[in-house]
């Protein structure tokens, strides 16, 4: 996994920062940054189950909408046990 290139969003920071952005806290180039990112991203999305889920949401909560609930739950309890596994 590569750390920093700037070019280059890091999937760690994906998962660090998926929390901002569900919660929609992201500047909007931040935003745009992550959904490129995931949408690009099946590889290591899809080794955690991730993939389908945060598609999903990602296409659901297009900076329109809030994310489900109950979806948003799952995922960020996912996405949680992924970085402890990661050591983040
Ligand atoms: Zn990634």
Redesign the pocket.
């Known amino acids: 996994m590569s750390c920093g290139d700037p070019h280059d969003t890091d999937?760690r920071e994906?998962l660090d920062r998926v929390f901002e952005f569900l919660d929609g806290e992201m500047t909007e180039e931040d935003t745009a940054r992550i959904r490129e990112?995931l949408e690009d991203?099946s590889p290591?999305?899809s080794e955690y189950h991730l993939d389908t889920a945060l598609k999903a949401l990602v296409r659901r909560s297009c900076g329109c909408e809030p994310a489900p609930d109950d979806l948003r739950r799952r995922i960020l309890l996912k996405i949680t046990e992924v970085r402890v596994q990661l050591g983040g």
């Open positions: 999937c994906v990112h991203c290591c999305l």
